[in-house]
Each structure stands twice: as C-alpha cells, then as structure tokens.
C-alpha cells in the first residue's frame, strides 16, 4: 500500500442495495464524505422486473429514514399497516378460528409501519444519492481487493483506480466478498422453502390491514399496498411454498395461479387477480460469526439474512445503519478517527442482540408453525389465543413489530443523528 496518497473519502460502502445506499445518504448528510461502489447498473436496479417485493418497514425504521432526509421520497407509495391478524389454517379449509390480531390503537393512534414497494424505495435511494453533497456512487463498477492497513483502507476497482478511505463497509448482500475475504465465518443453513412474491387486485379495500395466514408449507402473507393510480386495491404477497413444489406454482397460467392463491387465502377481500410479474426467492439463513474486522464494518444481508416470515430483515440493516451512522458520527464529532477498533465494537455491541433475538424468533416461528402436526397445531392455537388475550403481552410483541424496543439509536428512536 502506498502511504503518501491522500483519502479519497472517509468511508467506503461496497454494495448499494437498500442497507448500504442508506448508510452512504445517512452519513453523507451528516457531513461524512462517502463513496458507494456497486457492481449493478442503477438502471437495472431501478427497473420493475428487477425486484417485485414491497417490505414491511417498521415505525422505527420510517422514523430513522425520515431523519435522514429520504422518507418524503418514498412516502407516497406507503401504505400504513393500521392492524395485523394472523391465523394458521389449512389449504383450502380457511383460517382457524383461533387467531392473534394487532390494532395500532392498542398502541397509540399512529400505524404500526408502512408496506412499500422495493421499487419505490430503490428509486428514492438513487434520486437522492444524484443530488446529495458528500456522496458518489460508482455503478456499476467492482472492488477487486481491499486491503486494510492500520490506518486506511485501499481499494483497487474494476478499472484499476485506487480508492483510499478511513473505514471499509461490506454490504454486498449474503455473499458478501469482503466478509470472505476478511476470514469472518458464517453459520448458513437452507430451508425447504421459497417465497413466491407477487402483487394481486382485489375487488374489496384491504383497510390497512397485513394478513400472516400460516400453512403447513409456511407463512402466507398477504400485505396492504396503495391503491393503484386507476383506483385497484392491491395487496403484495409473500407466499411460503415447498421449494420443490415453487416452481410449479410458478409456471402455472393466470387462473390456475389466481385459484391457488385463493385457496390459501380464502376470498375476504373479494375476487383476486395477480398482476405483474412472479418472482421467486430460495429461503435461507445467515448470521455473520463477527460484524467488524480491521477497518471493516459488515451490515445488512452481509451480516445477518433471515426468514421473511416476520418481514423483518431490512428493518434490522436499517437498524445496522442507524447504529453504524451514530457511532461513526459521534466519534468523528469528537476528532477520533472514525474506523478505529472502540467505534467498530460500540457498533457490534449495540448490534448483536437484536440480531441475535430476530434470528431465534423467526426461526423458531418458521418451525412452530411450517408443518401439518397435529399436538403442535394444537399448541401454537392456543398460544396464538392466549396472546391475543393478554394486552401487556400483545403490547411487547408489537414493541418488536415496530422496532421500537431495547437500546435504540437515536435515529431510530426518531431524533436527529
Ligand atoms: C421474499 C422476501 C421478502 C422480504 N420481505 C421483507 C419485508 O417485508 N421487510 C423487511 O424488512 N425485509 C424483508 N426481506 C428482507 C430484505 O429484502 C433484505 O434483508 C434486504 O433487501 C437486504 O438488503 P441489503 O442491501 O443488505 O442486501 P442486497 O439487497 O443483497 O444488496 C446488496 C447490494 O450489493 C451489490 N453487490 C453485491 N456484490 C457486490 C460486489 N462484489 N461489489 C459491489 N457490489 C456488490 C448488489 O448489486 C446489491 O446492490 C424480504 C426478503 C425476501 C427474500
């Protein structure tokens, strides 16, 4: 490594998907000098084939968006989730009559998140990384290598340019190069499953309210989304199969898929119709043995992926984001260097719990609930039941729903970074 060039930035973000994207507008706003390198074309990124998902954005995660000046952006196309039910059913045979229902004014007045297309939200990432001060973004362009010296990081891209900067962020997804790189070992495991994404008309308004309808082959999830600009109600689903059986449901033609579909969710909110595309993601898990390494920060999917059954895993990279941001700023505030080992652990202490939690959490659902047992039928029932009857009960667990429980970050707990 040469050691007379000067930095090129403060902190290099490699990966500009959701997570890094915000973490590089985050810091750029609070004055850090950012580079995002993403080997994806933004055209490509931004197109509507490319990702067809709308996620459940928890209120504190609005709230740490809103801070950093890119909520108005996306709020248009968000759709307030005012309640959740969630009911486990058979295919075909309706939901048990047993369930759990979560009313936002069990809370306050305020919606327990938003639903917002992907799209939406890539599109509003990349407005505002074309307009904000402090931040480029290099796309599509690769890292070669990284090496990380005691005090820099130097990166060689695709095209042989060196980049120099204090602090290395890894958010390149669950393949994360840069976490293999650094020797940071994983714990990884597959489920038999797959989540079949797609957007539905349907004929009666959906009032705000996110259905979770548990099949023995996994979570069904149908989930609020805008009216479209003709009037159309729609909802995104998020539908839980067998990943041996997907593909089939995949191929089916546009009646067959709409009366699966209905099949599992019965026929509440009137005729259903998909529209769009079909996309099809394998389901597995990933935790990340170490978060930070020399000068190396990993957040988002690169550190932790999990089962979309609680829609959850963004919310907890927004939550990276929202932590990293604090830590760097605040040592940065007080002239430390801000990619030395205590503002790298303050981040891994502040994250590792709330990982830690959602993974057993979502896992443990996944298997509770994913199977046709009938003494566990039973159990999870009554347990489902019994939630809904204890309001201090129903109250912690739309706590974690909302993101909005333990040692928050200020952004997050909605102040000013
Ligand atoms: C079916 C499904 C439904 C979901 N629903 C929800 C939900 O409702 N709510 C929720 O909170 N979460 C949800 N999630 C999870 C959520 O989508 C992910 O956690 C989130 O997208 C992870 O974002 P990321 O930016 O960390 O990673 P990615 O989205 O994987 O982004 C990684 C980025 O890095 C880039 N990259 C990769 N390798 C390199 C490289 N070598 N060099 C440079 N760039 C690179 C890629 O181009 C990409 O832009 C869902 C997931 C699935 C599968």
Not at 251 to 262: C, S
Request: net charge neutral.
């Amino acid at each position: 490594m040469q050691t007379s060039k000067a930095a090129d930035c403060e902190v290099l973000i490699v990966g500009g998907g959701m997570v890094g994207l915000t973490l590089g507008l985050t810091l750029a706003g609070a004055g850090v000098e950012v580079i995002v390198v993403d080997r994806a074309d933004p055209a490509t990124v931004q197109d509507a084939a490319f990702d067809g998902r709308a996620s459940a954005i928890a209120r504190g995660s609005q709230q740490a968006l809103a801070g950093a000046g890119l909520w108005d952006a996306m709020a248009a196309s968000a759709q307030p989730i005012l309640d959740i039910r969630v009911t486990d059913g058979r295919i075909g045979a309706g939901a048990s009559s047993l369930f759990l229902h979560y009313d936002h004014r069990d809370v306050d007045d305020a919606p327990l998140g938003c639903i917002v297309e992907n799209r939406a939200v890539r599109g509003a990432l990349h407005a505002e990384a074309a307009r904000r001060g402090r931040l480029r973004l290099l796309a599509p362009q690769q890292v070669i290598d990284l090496e990380r010296g005691p005090s820099w990081v130097e990166a060689r891209l695709g095209d042989g340019r060196r980049l120099r900067a204090r602090l290395a962020v890894a958010a390149e997804g669950r393949t994360s190069p840069l976490r293999e790189a650094a020797g940071i070992r994983t714990t990884a495991w597959s489920y038999p499953q797959a989540g079949i994404v797609c957007t539905v008309a349907h004929e009666r308004p959906h009032q705000g309210v996110a259905h979770e309808h548990f099949l023995p082959a996994g979570p069904f999830a149908m989930l609020p989304m805008t009216d479209a600009e003709d009037g159309t109600h729609r909802s995104s689903i998020v539908w839980t199969e067998r990943r041996d059986l997907a593909p089939a449901m995949m191929a089916l033609g546009p009646q067959d898929f709409a009366a699966e579909i209905a099949r599992r969710f019965g026929d509440s909110l009137g005729r259903l119709e998909a529209i769009g595309g079909r996309w099809s993601y394998p389901l597995s898990l990933l935790h990340a043995e170490r978060y930070v390494d020399r000068r190396l920060a990993l957040i988002g999917d690169a550190a932790h992926a999990i089962h979309p059954i609680a829609g959850q895993g963004l919310n907890l990279g927004l939550r990276d984001v929202a932590a990293l941001a604090e830590a760097v700023v605040d040592a940065r505030r007080l002239g430390l260097d801000l990619g030395e080992a205590g503002v790298l652990a303050r981040y891994e202490r502040w994250r590792r719990l709330d990982t830690l939690m959602l993974i057993a959490a979502t896992d443990g659902l996944n298997r509770l609930f994913s199977n046709d047992l009938a003494p566990l039928r039973l159990v999870r029932d009554l347990g489902l039941a019994a939630v809904n009857r204890l309001p201090p009960l129903k109250r912690l667990f739309m706590g974690h729903a909302m993101g909005l429980l333990g040692d928050l970050p200020r952004l997050i707990r909605g102040e000013a970074l």
